[in-house]
Every structure is written in structure tokens, then in C-alpha cells.
Nanobody, 120 residues
Framework: QVQLVESGGGLVQAGGSLRLSCAAS????????MAWYRQAPGKERELAAR???????NYADSVKGRFTISRINDKNTVYLQMNNLQPEDTGVYYC??????????????WGQGTQVTVSS
């Protein structure tokens, strides 16, 4: 089973920046992709950004040009650099990883979430 530990959330003014980090550990043979989801108050969880093992990325339209996802494969770590943050970016950000374990079992892991609050 994979464990995901996030860090880097906090309070920032509109126009500011934050960098989120997420480290995966456990029985990991390979990670197909890692992603950041977010959930605003009263709304459903949505994909913000995803990166594959090969480095391909995709972003929600609302964050394109402002957020950058990156990954260090040999450290099973993913980052989300968030620039020009806006109040609508406020929410809990969750790390996600699609993992194949050393015994060949697939699992979809989630972190505990980190709060991002953007003040206007």
C-alpha cells in the first residue's frame, strides 16, 4: 500500500505563490502517474494537474499558465508550483498516485490533503 505525504499549503494573498510537495512511500515498483486534485468548499473534488512517468502533463483550464506540475521519479516525489494565486484557488489540495506494488498490485493512493487559502 502506498502512503502519500503532502506539505506546502498555507495562506497567501492574491497574486502570490505557493509550492506543494508530495512524497510517495511504501511498496512501490512503479508509478504510472501522480496528480494534484483540489476541493473548494461546497464543491466536488477536481483535477488540477497530472504528470505521467514519462513526463507528460495535463492541467485544468482554470490553472493553465499559472500552475506547473513536476516530478522526480527516483524520489517518487511530485511538486505543484502555483503562481498568481487567486481566491478561487482556495481549497484542500490532495496528492494522488497510481501505483504498481512490488507484488504487481495496482492501487490508487491519496494524501491527507493540505489547505490552500488565498485572500483577496
Amino acid at each position: 500500500q502506498v502512503q502519500l505525504v503532502e506539505s506546502g499549503g498555507g495562506l497567501v494573498q492574491a497574486g502570490g505563490s505557493l509550492r506543494l510537495s508530495c512524497a510517495a512511500s511504501g511498496s512501490i515498483a512503479s508509478i504510472a502517474h501522480m496528480a494534484w486534485y483540489r476541493q473548494a468548499p461546497g464543491k466536488e473534488r477536481e483535477l488540477a494537474a497530472r504528470i505521467t512517468g514519462g513526463g507528460s502533463t495535463n492541467y485544468a483550464d482554470s490553472v493553465k499558465g499559472r500552475f506547473t506540475i513536476s516530478r522526480i521519479n527516483d524520489k517518487n516525489t511530485v511538486y505543484l508550483q502555483m503562481n498568481n494565486l487567486q481566491p478561487e484557488d482556495t481549497g484542500v489540495y490532495y496528492c494522488n498516485a497510481a501505483v504498481v506494488s512490488r507484488v504487481g498490485r495496482f492501487s490508487n493512493g491519496w494524501g491527507q490533503g493540505t489547505q490552500v487559502t488565498v485572500s483577496s
